[in-house]
């Protein structure tokens, strides 16, 4: 139907209205320079340094680990990218002292793509950065719907990076040609994604949050031991009591013993599932445990006494020596039994939850990026008293909340206390 310039069309008013989504993205196939050869002696490792050091702005930085097939979190390959130095690709394996490379980068700021991944296994190669823009969370601070680097690239940049190999064994030697396009394409275009970034948090005012929450990150350093990591066995909600959480316990030890040993990912030596059935079969011989499933493999048929000793260590425990059912916890109690024990609370965190969904919606930041989620647990079961202003900005920062996070909420966390 041809209609007059001015002439409006009249719409069927329960139809979807059409979206406009733009040209297809284009391919990111390979590097821009070719694909570099991979950085493996300290020669290479020098003359790399020099380049990065006579480059000029920020500093793209990515790792790939061998998660789910190593033990720990290592990195197997350091993806670096620099304005004049172009792309390196280095081998942490015989090279695993990069601090000729962080003496090359100094003060630069580093980009990196949810950067809380990567900043534990780099600074075990002495890579730290002293500035950081975090490509992931200015994505969700700028109210970005999708926020995986693929995503993003793909809504700001119009490219499409490859996908496929994120969940491969990196520690594979040599590395596949077409895993280093993948790995090198990671910060192919890093640095132009930070810029787009940074464009959209002026235009809304959070440049200054994004900052603040950079410098967090900095601060936090690495994250501390995990407290009771055996609780976290997959299945084990099914084990009905203390005696079976000491025999699971000391299952658990001895396979992480044995994947630390031979620097395997504990998984692949002993599944949970493994675990779990055989504690809650219990057998009482060797014999029993081998017919149990996954014990009846060759590799679990050498390993048998390691399995069932650890077993009987956690079946002969004295009583006052076994776990309890759940770790003590120095937080609130879980929220859907506040109702119950303290229906006030219940009240004031239905009304936080209410106000931070507003605040969330009007500035298009997901809640708990406006604000830690157990933050606003802890301080709608216990708020300070008087629960002034004052004294709720003072319990945010505390709990590690920033500037920006204490003005945004602090008021209306205070009404929600009082409200209650």
């Known amino acids: 139907m041809t209609t007059d310039p001015g002439t409006e069309v009249p719409t069927d008013p329960g139809a979807e209205p059409a979206v406009d989504e733009g040209p297809p993205a284009t391919p990111l196939l390979a590097p821009r320079d070719g694909l570099p050869p991979v950085v493996e002696t300290s020669t290479a490792l020098v003359a790399y340094a020099d380049a990065l050091a006579a480059g000029s702005g920020p500093v793209a930085v990515d790792a790939e680990r061998a998660s789910g097939y190593r033990y720990g979190q290592s990195a197997y390959l350091v993806q670096i990218r620099r304005a004049g130095a172009g792309t390196g690709l280095i081998d942490p394996v015989p090279l695993p002292d990069l601090t000729a490379v962080q003496a090359a980068i ?76 993948y790995a090198a394409l990671d910060v192919e275009v890093l640095v132009e994604l930070r810029d787009a970034l940074a464009e959209i948090l002026e235009e809304q005012g959070k440049t200054e949050w994004a900052r603040q929450e950079f410098e967090a990150i900095l601060a936090a350093g690495p994250p501390a031991p995990k407290v009771d990591p055996w609780r976290k066995t997959s299945g084990m909600h099914g084990l009905r009591n203390r005696r079976q959480l000491g025999m699971l316990r000391a299952l658990w030890q001895a396979r992480d013993d044995l994947a630390r040993r031979r620097d395997i990912a504990p998984g692949r030596v002993l599944p949970d599932a493994a675990i779990v059935s055989a504690v809650q079969a219990d057998p009482k011989t060797e014999g029993a445990l081998l017919e149990l499933p996954v014990f009846r493999g060759r590799a679990n048929r050498k390993l048998v006494n390691t399995w069932f000793g650890a077993l009987n260590r956690g079946r002969e425990l004295p009583e006052d020596q076994l776990p309890p059912h759940s770790r003590p916890g120095d937080g609130p109690p879980p929220v859907n039994r506040w109702g119950d024990r303290d229906p006030a609370a219940a009240a004031r965190l239905k009304a936080a939850r209410a106000a931070l969904a507003q605040v969330s919606e009007q ?53 929600a206390i009082a409200a209650g």
């Open 106 to 181: 100094g003060d630069a700021e580093w980009v990196l793509h949810a950067a809380n991944q990567d900043l534990p296994c780099l600074a075990e190669l002495g890579l730290v950065p002293a500035r950081l823009f975090d490509t992931e969370l200015a994505a969700r601070l700028a109210g970005l719907p999708r926020v995986g680097l693929g995503a993003v690239v793909e809504s700001l940049l119009g490219l499409s990076l490859q996908k496929g190999h994120s969940a491969a064994d990196w520690s594979t030697r040599p590395l596949p040609e077409d895993w280093l396009v």
């Open 363 to 415: 500035w298009s930041v997901p809640v708990e990026n406006l604000l830690s989620p157990d933050l606003v647990r802890r301080l709608m079961w216990a708020p300070p008293r008087p629960a002034d202003a004052a004294a709720v900005a003072e319990v945010l920062r505390a709990g590690g909340a920033r500037e920006w996070q204490v003005e945004l909420t602090g008021g209306l966390l205070t009404e």
